[in-house]
């Protein structure tokens, strides 16, 4: 699996690049994963990331001086300053949603199309189980619905789940 996740963050990375995104590195797809379009604050990102404040601050600021964010007045809360994508992070989500059936059909090739409609949770097949469930049938899937409910937007910079939506978001 982990031969497929690198195969696949490579193919991302490179596109990216080829369309002058040099900057941005897997480890900010934390970033781009949960930022709500009305803007969020780094302690949201950094819980829902499941990372510390201070790593999600440091991934902020790179991309924030690299034109892809920007930090503003949170109008709630004259200490918070919310993150925002700006046009050129917008353009960067674009070109990510753009490469989600490119990479899903190539998944599909790869470990065949039921399964790979298992792994996305669609119609096709049984939702994906851990090990131990397979010997205790009608136990539920044990797979955490946490891992399930990466918002569609987003999925391209998914760092948890199936292989198919995990494109982008580890360190190497």
């Known amino acids: 699996m982990r031969e497929a996740f690198v195969t696949l963050n490579d193919l991302v990375m490179a596109r990216l690049a080829e369309r002058g995104h040099t900057a941005v590195r897997s480890a900010h797809s934390a970033v781009f994963q949960y930022l709500d379009d009305t803007g969020t604050t780094v302690t949201a990102l950094a819980e829902r990331?499941?990372?510390?404040?201070?790593?999600?601050a440091e991934l902020v600021q790179h991309l924030e001086a690299h034109g892809y964010v920007t930090r503003t007045p949170d109008p709630t809360d004259r200490r918070a300053k919310l993150v925002r994508p700006t046009d050129r992070g917008r353009e960067l989500l674009a070109i990510a949603r753009e490469l989600v059936?490119?990479?899903?059909?190539?998944?599909?090739?790869?470990?065949?199309?039921?399964?790979?409609?298992?792994?996305?949770?669609?119609?096709?097949?049984?939702?994906?189980?851990?090990?131990?469930?397979?010997?205790?049938?009608?136990?539920?899937?044990?797979?955490?619905?946490?891992?399930?409910?990466?918002?569609?937007?987003?999925?391209?910079?998914?760092?948890?789940?199936?292989?198919?939506?995990?494109?982008?978001g580890k360190h190497r």
């Open 49 to 56: 990331a499941q990372v510390t404040k201070q790593a999600m």
């Open 101 to 168: 059936p490119a990479l899903d059909e190539r998944v599909s090739r790869i470990i065949g199309a039921e399964r790979g409609a298992r792994a996305q949770g669609r119609p096709g097949g049984d939702p994906p189980r851990h090990r131990r469930d397979r010997r205790r049938p009608g136990r539920g899937s044990g797979f955490p619905r946490s891992l399930t409910t990466v918002p569609a937007r987003n999925r391209a910079f998914s760092t948890r789940g199936c292989a198919n939506s995990t494109i982008v």
